[in-house]
């Protein structure tokens, strides 16, 4: 019988989808205000797929060829039962999977560090826009930044790689990005700085906060010494060394310039839908196809209906008075 081949997993330009990000849920107990609106409405339960649906998808994107899965929320730590789906997917690391990783506000972090560890995760990904308190909890509207820290420090202990996504917001944390690089490399943590993305109405004009990295880069030199780097992660970050900490610092720039050309992940969200493009609204529903009893050979042709129509590149633009790119919010998308 014909089976599922990594050759369906090549899009119509040449590039091999091998990175997927699955949001397990949209719910998170932040509301950033470049990601949420303070009054988010979350969707309903039942429209969420179970972990043992989002496991099996998984299983049949890594038969597939995808070799790196991120689980992305929302919060990701804050669905109930997640880590039995961390620790089924962690089995599957050396089996099809290089790695398992995750990426998370750090609010739960502490009680999950050691677990996520045993289960096979070996770096993170934890966004922290601010290392002073009160800010900290203007952006998150509702985060408690020693709570963060703690969870940062349980990693840590616990033997995790982290990496800090820090989004560069203009009259907000932009005189703070120095120190919180110097933080990060302070305790061995690589930092990436990302431009603020159009998508969802969060109640404000993104207008305002939006900051180049080409400026911030820029700027920093006044404080560090870079030397471009060839490293590169599944992901878009372009690197820099940082001479006077020797630590690793990543610039994403989606919208100052963009990293389409060599785009290699697609996204499942919650609900069983996969986004081809974060920036673009075609998509495919998985969730259908699977509770209208499709096996796993013919979720294996839809996928690959899917990538077949992946797209060159995505539409964000940031102007003042223009509607968000897509409609949907980043917590839905899962970042």
Known sequence: ??????????????????????????????????????????????????????????????????????????????????????????????????????????AQLAQHAVELADAGVRRLNVSLDSLQSDLFRQITRRGELARVLDGIEAALAAGLKIKLNVVAMRGVNEQELPDIIRFAHLYGMDVTLIETMPMGDVGEDRTDVYLPLSEVRRNLADHFTMRTLDHRTSGP????????????????????????????????????????????????????????????????????????????GHDFVIGRGEKPAVRRHMSVTGG
């Open 237 to 312: 970050a372009r690197y820099v060394e940082v001479a006077e900490t020797n630590g690793r610092l990543g610039f994403i720039t989606p919208m100052s310039h963009n990293f389409c050309e060599s785009c290699n992940r697609v996204r499942l969200t919650c609900t069983g839908t996969l986004y081809m493009c974060l920036g673009q609204d075609d998509a495919i529903d998985l969730r259908a196809a699977m509770r209208s009893g499709a096996n796993d050979f013919e979720l294996g042709r839809v996928i690959d209906d899917g990538i077949s129509r992946k797209p060159r």
């Open 1 to 106: 019988m014909e089976r599922p081949t990594i050759d369906g997993m090549t899009d119509g330009f040449g590039r091999r989808v091998s990175y997927l990000r699955v949001s397990i849920t949209d719910r998170c107990d932040f509301r950033c205000t470049y990601c949420m609106s303070e009054t988010m409405s979350f969707l309903p339960k039942n429209e969420l797929l179970t972990l043992q649906e989002l496991e099996r998808l998984c299983m049949v994107f890594i038969s597939k060829g995808v070799r790196k899965l991120r689980l992305t929320g929302g919060e990701p730590l804050v669905r109930k039962g997640m880590m039995d789906l961390v620790r089924s997917l962690g089995r599957k690391i050396g089996s099809g999977l290089d790695e398992l990783t995750l990426t998370t506000n750090g």
